[in-house]
């Protein structure tokens, strides 16, 4: 809300300049910002009172001025229309620099010498406002600082937080003032005449739910003239960011901001029935409203009826047929405490919120509805030409009376961590208009005022206590009491290990966004439904991911597009299923993906050409990590599929639990990707179970390493894997290690068939192997890879 | 034997062979069994004087053929495991490294690392929970009351009406306090959503990491105190700190906490908007209602916890200016960091 300092000083007096005050609001909780830069030009302006003015003889709309300031007389011509004799305003002298291109100098203006500048709000960049020259009161002594009369006249802006609806007026932030500067500040009277008939003789108020509308007040005020409020007034709401309509409303308005109290005003001319009907809707009755909007109203819609006819949606809008016009006379005033919880049900279903409905949803104050009532009578008949009628109706069956609050002096210090003394504590709560009655050395019996509907229990007040110490003035304890928690597992610490040993192979981490289209793509262990949004912002982001390479492909694609095609890239994240049986209507898993694509050794003097990155690439980094060390996780062949183009899948005893092979181009172009990815996904939670610790220290021999080889030829169609698995569960007694080294097809190998080279190392342990021990060691070897594979050595 | 056909099946022989060397001495072994003066070639072109005159002449050409390509690959093989020797010897040592590849954190990963290990070091350990929520773990139990405009400060995704997309991390805070007993003292960090426009100041998702420590004599002064402790660590010990009164459900007495601009060093920039402030957290004492929605008893046990932005103070820190990058994955980004 933006506040309009001269107004505030209406009910309060300090002597901070905008700055303070906004910092000062800040540490006290309302978050209040002073935007205006103070400019070096402020310094050379001057206070100028018009001494005379007159046409300008060469044109019609300039005037020809002298103008006093504290340094002298001088000539001005002036543009402005609300120009005048004895005026005073804000004078711009030669040599003021107002922008960096524009600076005043002496010259003629159609033929006459202008010596300086009368200056309107824009050009000196307070406002947009370039209406006329600025007007300064009368009273404002030519010697006065210009500085300091912007700083009087500045505005604020505050950030009200939602449990405080009290400061959402100038009242309300005239109290935080008062506080904070230890005075008081004063509401003005509300003395007005009242004449003719009573009220009730005209109209009657029935609320058919007082739970809805615990209290419900008017007033008529007769023989208004609708007309352009008074300027003050205009000044008053523009600078407050209101828009000035006519004086009824801006009266209204003003009322508004000053007490924080929604007002309505009807055309009592427009109420036939005599009897204003609070009732709440009936679904699908429809209601025209001042923004020309015609609304379907639910059962949830509070409404004020003219007898049965809804004249205005309580609390959030007026009625476009019931409201004020131009040839409004008589005006029925509301002012009522409508329920916070139905006005901001009524305010959200039909997606309308006013300034009306933010104060009412958020609670105005029950016992500032009459006053607030008799403020706008008492402006209309003083503003607007109006007569009051005797009398108000004010329904309020069930006074709103705020609960008694029990306060320790010991909670409040054992929360904080101060020692406050009865004494501060109830010098607070009296700035605080709180009724306090003490009960013991430690406990007092709170009444907050019904301004703030916040303040419902002890540790509301404790809040209170805390604000107007400072929270700046609590000091930090830094003491740490220890005691140590455990981690409930040691999943971070594979996390880790895993992203470095991804890292190492140079894949970079990425982020990707965890929602995804309806029907994504590459499903790999998830293969439960997905969860939709139920109010997503686009069909792109609609349903939670079920699978990361989506996101992986759609970051190589955006980096292809600029022109970066070697990429490895990993993620960890979550997917998602639906699962009814979880209360959460989901079951989450972690998952693990990566994704590679153009080449592993890119172009350098070094090497004759690029090698481009292939599957053997991807397994050998996935062969590195720790659940596959503990041959826990296996890989197998699989059949390629519509996504695959060549897929092996991962696999925990019986289960899948990831894939990962060459996908194919036709998906890939459909994320506009040309050139061949090879990708895998896993579910995470699996591999964090399997990558048991089985670290035990292997004797390390220090004998000779001696190696041999074999080329073995067998039919083609057994996968190399195959032996080298067999070859690895061989057991010899010292150290042992086998490679698959070599594949060959064609030449003296028959059709069919293809030999397959494999070194196998060996490594005494305690002595040295003699050429007998490795020859049969070979032996054995043969002799197995002949009975399980058919080899011949060649 | 015909020499022609003896020719052809040396020649496959050797192209088999070939094909099994793999080291320096196999092709060193293959050379001296062809290429010697009792090799196989050499042997051949001894029988030539046997044969007829037609004869000698095919046959000395085909011979030399194939002399010529056994020379050829075996002496272009050796070469290339000699090639690296050489390029030695004519060595310019300005010559650019050999490109190694590493990958790299991404820079979000690093922050919620780095905040981690500072609450680590005071004693917090890590709890997480799920991403998909129930409203009274998100709202609820967090003193959130329906049709009440706080709630208005976080747009939800919603999956059902009970059911949500978590806007905060606090959920876990409930959902821990409902499993263990105080004394309890930890962070959880992880993604949350919020139904916001997506532009470069504002995603649909992004980081959190929030805190609890709840006990028996917990105080404001001692949340001061550990506010203060990280951000000190993690902004640099000069920062300066600011805690003004402000609102959240699921805490009473509240605080923001502002820090110095460590930009402009509190005068006033773009950045802090001329305040000299940076807003970076928030925090307060666990509002009483909480603990009983988790059946604490609040007269017992008291606490504070306090909530950060993980994407905020990563971009105030490194001067990103879109919260976009972080989930684009623009290569050039994620080196930068």
Redesign the interface.
Known sequence: MKIYLPWLKDYIRFDDSPGELADKL????T?T?Y?L?QKTFFSDLRVAKVISSKKHPNADRLTLCKVQTKDGEFAVVCGAPNVRDGMKSVFAPIGTQLTPKFKIEKRKVRGEISEGMLVAEDEIGLSDDHSGIIELGENVALTKDVTEIIAENATIETDV????PDCLSYFGMARETAILNNTNFSKPDTKYPETGAPIGSEIKVKIENPDDCPRYACRIVENVTIAPSPKWLQNYLVKSGIRSINNVVDLSNFVLLETGQPLHTFDLDLIKSGEIHIRRAKNGEKFLALDEKEYELTADNLMICDGDLPVAIGGVMGGEKSGVSKNTTKILIESAYFA??II??SS?ILGLASESSKRF??GVDPEGVIYALERLAQLLVQHAGGTARSGRIDEYPNPIVPNPIEFRISRAN?????DFTMEQIHEYFRKLEFTVEKVSDDMMVVKPPTFRPDLE?E??L??EV??LYG??N???????????????SEE?SIVDSV?QR??????????????DRETADLRTFVRGSS???????SSD?SH?RQSILPGLLR?IS??LR?Q?SD????EIG?L?ESDKKS????R?YQAFAGAITGNYL?E???IEQPIPMSLFHLKGVLSGLSAFQNNSFQMLSATPDEYWQAKMEIRHGDETVGIFGILRAELLESYDIDQQVFAFEMNFDQFKKSAVDVRRLKHISNFPLINR?F?LVCDRSIPVGNMLNLFKSLKFSCEYRVEF??Y?E????PDGKA?R?F?FYFRGIGKNLTDAEIDGFMRKILAVAEKDFQVVL? | MNIQVRIKEIR??F??EF??C?SLEDFNNLQRKYLSRKGIVASLFKEIPKLSADEKRSAGKHLNVLRKSVEEKISEAIQSFQKKKKIDLSMDVS??G??E??????I??QVMDEINSIFNE??????TG?????DFNNFSSLNFPE????R??QDT????KD?L?RTHTSSVQIRVMMDKEP????ISPG?V?R?E??NARSH??FHQVEGLYV?K?V????L??TV??FCKRFFGKDVAL??????FPFT?????VDISCFLCGGSGCRVC???GWLEILGCG?V??NVFKSVGFDPEKI?GFAFGMGVERPAMLKYGITDIRM???????F??QF
């Not at chain 1, 800040?26 to 909780?29: E, N």
């Open positions: 800040t540490l006290l909780g978050e910002d935007h830069a937080t939602p449990n405080r916070p919880g901001r049900k959200k949803e958020r054992r929360i904080i961590g101060v229990r540790i509301d404790i809040e805390v604000r929270m700046q609590v000091e930090s304890d830094l003491t740490v009491n220890f005691h140590v928690q455990f981690r409930t971070n992203k991804m890292f190492g192979a140079g894949f970079d981490e990425t982020y990707t966004v965890s929602m969860v939709p949004i139920s109010n997503p912002l982001l939670m970051a955006f980096n600029r970066h990429i490895r890239f990993f979550t998602f209360e959460t209507l989901a989450e890119m350098h003097w070094s080889d080329s080294v070599k060959f064609g030449g003296s190998v030999s080279s070194r060649r | 496959t022989e192209d088999s094909s099994a793999l010559l650019p050999t490109p590849i590493y990958g790299n954190k991404h979000l990963s005071i004693g917090f350990s890590v709890e799920p991403e998909v929520e129930t049709n009440h405009p706080a208005d400060m995704f919603f999956i059902t059911v997309l004394p309890l003292r930890f993604r959503y139904n426009a997506i649909c998702m006990d004599n105080t404001f002064a001692e001061k105190g203060e402790y600011r805690f003004r009164p402000s609102f009473e007495p509240s605080a923001e908007k001329h305040t004492m509002d009483p008291t972080f989930w684009e994955n623009d290569i050039r994620l080196h």
